[in-house]
């Protein structure tokens, strides 16, 4: 007969007071399968900790967005985001879903090119685009969106030289409500900046202008923010129309569609304040429909959403090190996940959960990562179980930019594994070893 785990008798101050929408409900829930598969098949295989995704979220997610979107307005194009999780495996299930390719550098628009994306097909935004990229872009008939008046000199002189015409958008910041406003990137659209920019492009003898771009922000809660953008990107294409006789191809509403994480400091868990597809396309398309466009002009809608395609559909599969004691009497626990694999619990309170029942108490506690530094927190304070050393924990919704900003500090890089909707289990990239740093390392002689 096994021996029962003892457990610290703990004593939980109880709060007066009506329980809140949420209830009273104490206990974790448990989540011990990925499509099907166990977690600790998972990590008995691949090794612990391990990034899993979902292919079946992939697919389901983007097609609930595609619908959202193509129900309500005629011609709508999604672009995957590329830094988002350019993961080849990743891209490819979006680009079989007809996602173009949005890319924001050289070396994301090789990848591109690579996964087999046609060069009309990407889209190329971002401030820092070499003259080399430019050409490349321009022989490939990318999309290339003018972020500073320098580039689009550029731009000029380069098909000056060329005689190809390049195909141009312009990002445009604007005054949409919401705080703080991104005029970092693009032309602001209230000083007169994006027409100054409409015009010189208009007649230059080698551009073509084909969109209007804005990215408005990231995890956007208010999707009237989006309605107000669309309907400035609309007034300039009508502009356009009106002095040039030029019909806009394209509006390209960029992306900052919220996933259901939760933001620290929010009241509210994201899974109950975070719009739905639904509610961005409803405000988008309304916008578009009701501009004074002609209907016959009216533009195809370009979408690069990433964060709230990918997320859900993302898993950070771990194992407890070990349990301690605060000063302050918290309870600690040590998992080997740490903040340079999960990037985003800089702003995110992630869920984290048990992958097995193992009690029903739960106690205030810090989660640590294994990193030998003070602020590898990935949770600050969580009504947890106690878990023992050896047993297992899952983070779910972490497929967004964890993969593309992780760093290799302290510890290696694991695995990363698809569960194909088939339910089988693909590495799509190899868990780093000290052998793939020693390749790329030189040793000067005199140390040799």
Known sequence: MEKLKYERPIINKLQAGMPDKFGMNI???????????????????YGSPTFVLSEQTIRDTFQEANEAFTTRYPKVQFAWSYKTNYLNAVCKIYHDEGSWAEVVSGFEYDKAIGNGVKGSNIIFNGPDKSDKDLEKAIENDSFIHIDHFDELYSLIKITSKSNKKA????????????YPQWDRFGFNYENGDAWKVL???MLADHLELVGLHTHIGTYILTPNAYGVAASKLSELAVRVYRKFNHIVSYIDMGGGFASDNTLKGAYLPGKDT????????????????????????LPTLILETGRALIDDAG???????????LVSSRRATIIDIGINLLFTSFWYEHEIYPVKQVSEQTEDTTIYGPLCMNIDVVRSAVKFPLLQKGDHVIIPRVGAYNMTQWMQFITLRPNIVLIDTDKKMHIIREKETNETFNTQERLPKHLS
């Open 27 to 45: 206990g974790v829930k448990v989540i011990s399968n990925i499509d099907g598969i166990p977690v600790s098949e998972i990590i008995d295989t």
């Open 167 to 178: 195909k141009v958008a312009i990002r445009v910041n604007m005054d949409t409500g919401i």
């Open 315 to 325: 898993y950070l599969v771990g194992t407890v090190l070990a349990n301690k004691r």
């Open 199 to 201: 015009n010189k492009i």
């Open 274 to 297: 975070c719009p739905s597809f639904d509610d961005y396309a409803e405000s988008i398309t309304n916008a578009l429909i009701n501009s004074e466009i002609p209907p016959e002009n």
